[in-house]
């Protein structure tokens, strides 16, 4: 097949961060090993990012298809992948000055965020199961390393051992689930499919490829019961990767997840419509009540990124313009709330060594005023509370399930989002109302203070900004909606 202009220009965001990650190669391997040569790999990443970021803003790449309609550019794909370049690009930032002698301080760790980024890019714009799988698997395969990246320590190495061996069942399902679901379809599009949906009765077969298919991306979102590696890979990974994890990728696996059941099984809403019902209620469950009995902080982040998904997931499964638009408003909060939380946990240090147990944020508001100022609006942001950003996304995706008959199901959400307010007050109890004799190390890089800043101006202010933001999101989810 010979590609042309009009193949380039709507993926030119991807082949840019691409063609980065091959100079990127050079200048790892022939730069050494210090740490100048990690801080001089990281900028450039950044400022890849960053060009990426202009391009799409710019609409360059605006609702097109390229490479046989298997590359889909439209204003959802714009939406989403500014919202994983923000994420990837606070990550990698926040990673360019180690704070702790065990944070990883290599050149190759940048270009394996850049390389994993293209896959989340490539992820959202998916419009062919060809091209989904090809974007899963560039996606993971730099994060199963970057989990390990650690060498030196036996937590790390179990942490990407045990991601690696999950992710490949995952990958797996993926694949026999988009197997039955061509031999029914006989084609890989998702107009193709979507076609022979609504033209034909569904065997069996097809249905519980379906299934599969969903099933396998629950697992990138670390939806319940597909949750299993997630506490140990957050704990377990160097904080900066933990970070990375538990930002960006979220937001590419959930709209892959939107692309699919709106695009190519779009005629069926009824039965995808019952699994994520089923994913939202294990979700918000698991994480809400798995979450109160942590005592490291990033083990307790993990499990509330697990109910997080499964409200995001409450939107989803209502299956209309106002779900989608729901999911949208709730990970734009969502990226700033996790960017936020880790550009404090990565500046949890004790005598140069990470202190990730919630024990040792006791005291922090006297020794760390300003950290403990933005710890608390975070944890009530995704507490729910009013009127921050974590407030508007769950009433929007609340109001969409309970607009789609879908009742008990914001019930359940409700009531879990009032049992997580517990371990997220109790962190808040914690660092005002109890003292501490081994106060945590003061210093605090520019990177992480501005990180942090952006994101409690975001948050605090999201009610200011929510009229151009629902103008935007509504535009992507009608975009969603028309796409085939």
Known sequence: MIFDLADILPALPEMILATLALVLVLIVAYGGEGAENAKRVTRIALGGIVLALILIWSGTAADETAFGGMFKADSFASYMKILVLLGTFGALYMSITPLAKDDINKPEFALLVVLALVGMMLMISANDLMSLYMAVELQSLPLYVVAAMRTNSLRSSEAGLKYFLLGALSSGMLLYGASLVYGFAGTTSFSGIAAAVSA??????FIIGMVFM?????????????HMWTPDVYEGSPSPVTALFAIAPKVAAMALMMRLTYGAFGAIEVEWSQVLVALSIASMVVGAL???MQR???RMMAYSSIAHMGYALAGLAAGSHQGALGVMIYMTGYIFMGAGSFAIILLMRRDGQSATRIADLQGLSRTHPMLALGLMIMMFSMAGIPPLAGFFGKWYVFLA???????????????MSVVGAFYYLRIIKIMYFEETDEPLDTDMPTANKMVLGVSIGVILLFFLGLSPLLEAANVAATALMTQL
Do not use: E, R, T, Y
């Open 214 to 226: 969903v099933s396998g991306i629950a697992f990138k979102i670390s939806a319940a019961p597909f």
């Open 296 to 298: 490291d902080i990033k």
């Open 401 to 415: 399930a309970v607009n789609a008959g879908l009742v008990p199901l914001a019930i359940v959400g409700v009531v």
């Open 290 to 292: 798995g979450a109160i």
């Open 200 to 205: 034909d009765q569904l065997p069996v077969a």
